[in-house]
């Protein structure tokens, strides 16, 4: 059986394999939300951590409600903001 990619992501993001979706740029949202196609409304109910307030205001105009935002684009940045979400 061929499943799409769209198909797929939705898949994986409904069997709660993905908890926060990580973006770097608004080009790499951009590319994951062509990606979902049919799905996006599916893609735009999860949680997107981003590098900064200019790709949080993007994802916002773009249908996104759960939006973390790192103190900037570094690994380092995400990181700690992502360990900051398990306590």
Not at 14 to 43: F, G, P, R, Y
Not at 62 to 74: K, L, P, R
């Amino acid at each position: 059986m061929v499943t799409s990619p769209a198909a797929a992501l939705s898949s994986i993001i409904k069997q709660q394999k993905i908890d926060i979706i990580c973006v770097n740029s608004t080009e790499s949202l951009q590319s994951l939300m062509l990606l979902a196609a049919d799905e996006l409304s599916t893609l735009q109910s999860q949680t997107v951590l981003v590098p900064g307030l200019r790709v949080a205001e993007f994802a916002r105009q773009q249908g996104f409600t759960n939006i973390i935002v790192a103190d900037n684009a570094s690994d380092q940045a995400v990181l700690a903001r992502l360990l900051s979400l398990a306590k």
